[in-house]
């Protein structure tokens, strides 16, 4: 899969201390294991001169005290509350200063962000999406990119997750209804 990349960004989802560290609240083994693809597939991005993008779940400490029904913190625990280590980015994923951080409060990277115009401003239309957790934020943030018309391309073997089945479920899934999926050894940036 060769990728134009002046059209092209990378979306590394979630890597953050709170879901890749050991010490975080809702750490994965697999989410860890997902650091050096997903470092390898931004490292490829950049010598192309592709963009980068990370988003940081970020939530603050009050985000859900008056909501109806959508609650995070009931479902997951407290996590990468705002201003917390959790929310940092791991540290082997430092983002350059080109590269755009996206804090979002929800699943979706594109549901109240700056992530869309940031796009279409940049002339970005297809993303390799990548990061955890494959069944929550990868998943959503990849079908919010194809209802939007952007080309979610998931780097399968770059995604953390909690139980294999829940990997398989979201890129089955994902395939199925509006993405691409690929190997990142498939994907060339040229």
Known sequence: MQLD???TAVVV???QNGFCHPDG???APDSEAAIDPVGELVARAREADASVVFTRDVHPAEQFEDNHYYDEFERWGEH???GS???ELVDELDADAADLVVEKHT?????ETQLGGWLDAHGVRDLVVCGTLANVCVLHTASS???RDYR????????GFIEAEHRDYALEHAEWLFGELAERDDISFA
Request: aromatic content about 16%; proline content about 6%.
């Open 25 to 27: 609240s809702l750490y």
């Open 107 to 111: 699943y979706d990277a594109f549901y």
């Open 145 to 147: 990119a194809g209802l």
């Open 5 to 7: 990349p002046t059209k």
């Open 13 to 15: 989802v979630d890597m």
């Open 80 to 82: 990468v509350v705002e």
């Open 85 to 87: 280590w959790e929310a």
């Open 152 to 159: 979610p391309i998931l780097a399968e073997d770059a995604v």
